[in-house]
């Protein structure tokens, strides 16, 4: 059989955490049942297995690329002293207190960065992000919401692959979990984008999510852009990951490959877990 969607990269792992203790999350969430392969652990903990390997030496699955990206090893950044994890029982506010700026997805092998993306220190001023909007009257009003929502911070990176493909990822921080999903009924309702993201027409719901194993505690709302569009097709995920409001944009020439869409959005939604 064939595995179905499996990103392309070593598991997510904790602060502290040898891999091996990643081993059951990746199986449980990320493969197919029959396309499991056995991890061995070796030497300083580190683990091998299907996340990490050609899709050519794995018995029983096609030797063809299925447009997965390869990305380096991810893990989670340090947390201050004391501080949970977003989603420990502890941590009733589910809130992040690692540096928002480490819990972005790095780029993929061969991929050139966006500078644009980088700000200040890190941290990219709202207007830029609000860029990603077309519509002005729209960009004013999501403006508005952003401010009266308490918009703490913006932490964005951004990358062009070999195949034409350009990923933006904002992660926009405020105070509470509730002000998220309250913000997230309004920018991403289940019958479209609140919000036109530029070079775009008609947005739906991208069904092919609903077959992709999903690894985040939180949820997630996925579009594609429908034809007819124009030079470029658009998707965009919105992810509302306790106090942070995740956005993934994806667009390309022609058309956007809806795998390493998939790949980018469930990835980037581990690190927010």
């Given at each position: 059989m064939?595995?179905?969607?499996?990103p392309?990269c070593?598991?997510v792992?904790?602060p502290?955490?040898r891999?091996?203790?990643?081993?059951d999350v990746?199986?449980?969430?990320?493969?197919e049942?029959?396309a499991?392969a056995v991890?061995a652990?070796v030497?300083?903990?580190?683990?091998?297995?299907?996340?990490?390997?050609?899709?050519?030496?794995?018995?029983?699955?096609?030797?063809?690329?299925?447009?997965?990206?390869?990305?380096?090893?991810?893990?989670?950044?340090p947390?201050?002293?004391g501080?949970p994890?977003?989603?420990?029982?502890?941590?009733?506010?589910?809130a992040?207190?690692a540096?928002?700026?480490?819990?972005?997805l790095?780029?993929?092998?061969?991929a050139?960065d966006d500078?644009a993306?980088?700000?200040?220190?890190?941290?990219?001023?709202?207007?830029?992000f609000?860029?990603e909007?077309s519509d002005?009257?729209?960009?004013?009003?999501?403006?508005q919401?952003?401010?009266?929502a308490?918009?703490?911070?913006?932490?964005?990176?951004?990358?062009?692959?070999q195949?034409?493909?350009?990923?933006?990822?904002?992660?926009?921080?405020?105070?509470?979990?509730?002000?998220?999903?309250?913000?997230?009924?309004k920018v991403?309702?289940?019958?479209?984008?609140?919000?036109?993201?530029?070079?775009?027409?008609?947005?739906?719901?991208?069904?092919?999510?609903?077959?992709?194993?999903?690894?985040g505690?939180?949820?997630?709302?996925?579009?594609?852009?429908s034809?007819p569009?124009?030079?470029e097709?658009v998707?965009?995920?919105?992810?509302?990951?306790?106090?942070?409001?995740?956005?993934?944009v994806?667009?390309?020439?022609?058309?956007?490959?809806?795998?390493?869409?998939?790949?980018?959005?469930?990835?980037q939604?581990?690190?927010?877990?």
């Open positions: 064939e595995a179905r969607r499996v392309h070593r598991p792992l904790q502290g955490e891999e091996a203790h990643a081993v990746l199986d449980e969430i990320l493969l049942p029959a499991v991890f652990v030497g300083a903990g580190t683990a091998y297995g299907i996340a990490g390997m050609e899709r050519t030496d794995v018995p029983g699955l096609k030797t063809e690329s299925d447009g997965r990206w390869t990305y380096p090893t991810l893990s989670k950044p947390l201050p002293s501080s994890q977003p989603y420990a029982p502890e941590n009733k506010a589910e992040h207190y540096d928002l700026r480490a819990l972005l790095p780029a993929p092998e061969g050139v500078k993306l980088r700000g200040t220190d890190g941290w990219l001023a709202t207007k830029d609000l860029a909007y002005k009257d729209e960009r004013d009003e999501l403006r919401k952003l401010v009266d308490g918009l703490r911070h913006v932490a964005a990176r951004g990358w062009t692959t195949d034409g493909t350009h990923t933006r990822i904002y992660l926009l921080h405020f105070d509470t979990a509730a002000v998220v999903d309250d913000l997230t009924g991403a309702p289940y019958s479209g984008p609140g919000y036109k993201v530029r070079g775009t027409e008609a947005m739906v719901l991208d069904n092919g999510f609903a077959e992709v194993p999903w690894p505690k939180f949820s997630r709302v996925a579009y594609a852009e034809e569009y124009g030079a097709q998707r965009q995920a919105y992810l509302a990951a306790g106090d942070v409001l995740g956005v993934v994806q667009s390309r020439k022609g058309t956007a490959k809806a795998v390493p869409f998939q790949q980018t959005v469930t990835l939604s581990q690190l927010l877990g």
